[in-house]
């Protein structure tokens, strides 16, 4: 599985010791966690990041911005008016990111899925204003929805994920603010 890069889980190796144990007739095999850690240091393996992100700021220079910059500036606002929002994205197809390998094995990951939800949410510092969630799919009427009534969402749908975020600054931040 490994050569196909396929992650392989703790889960995944116990369910196939469960497997090889039935096959030859061990029953009181349970395949528990002690059993999986000692598998593993007895033949080498160890959980590896298959792919990451390296850091780009220095974690000084972000913690003496917010002691002293950041200080600064809000001394003079309300927690109730300092807002923020901020897009992410949904990969909802992506596979685990580590993976059991033996410890001189080259680990090399597969393309992940591009498949994606863009999520904005908002809130002010106190959490008392809570901006209504916004999801930007690609599809019209995704399948999950099909029968639901209402949601607690948001919901808009483009190709491209651009012009929903547009509509929801416009119009959600529009009728926050004047709040």
Same mark, same amino acid.
């Given at each position: ?105 080259? %680990? !090399?990951? #597969?393309?992940? &899925? ?9 809130? /002010?510092?106190? *959490?008392? @204003? +809570? ?12 399948? %999950? !929805?099909? #029968?639901?009534? &209402? ?9 491209? /994920?651009?012009? *929903?975020? @547009? +509509? ?12």
């Amino acid at each position: 599985m490994r050569d196909k890069n396929v992650p392989i889980s703790g889960p995944f190796i116990i369910e196939k010791a469960l497997q090889f144990a039935k096959a030859l007739g061990y029953d009181l095999f349970r395949g528990s966690n002690g059993w999986l850690e000692k598998f593993k240091r007895r033949h080498g393996i160890m959980a590896k990041v298959i792919s990451g992100e390296s850091k780009d700021v220095d974690d000084n220079d972000s913690e003496n911005w917010i002691t002293e910059t950041l200080s600064k500036i809000l001394k003079d606002y309300k927690p109730e008016n300092i807002s923020n929002s901020n897009e992410t994205a949904l990969f909802f197809q992506c596979l685990p990111q580590k993976t059991l390998a033996f410890k001189k094995e080259k %680990c !090399f990951g #597969g393309k992940q &899925s591009k498949a994606r939800l863009t999520v904005m949410l908002g809130s /002010n510092m106190t *959490g008392h @204003q +809570k901006l209504k969630s916004l999801v930007i799919g690609r599809s019209k009427n995704p399948r %999950c !929805f099909k #029968g639901a009534k &209402s949601l607690e969402i948001d919901y808009d749908f483009n190709k491209k /994920n651009l012009e *929903g975020r @547009q +509509k929801f600054v416009k119009n959600g931040f529009k009728s926050w603010i004047n709040v």
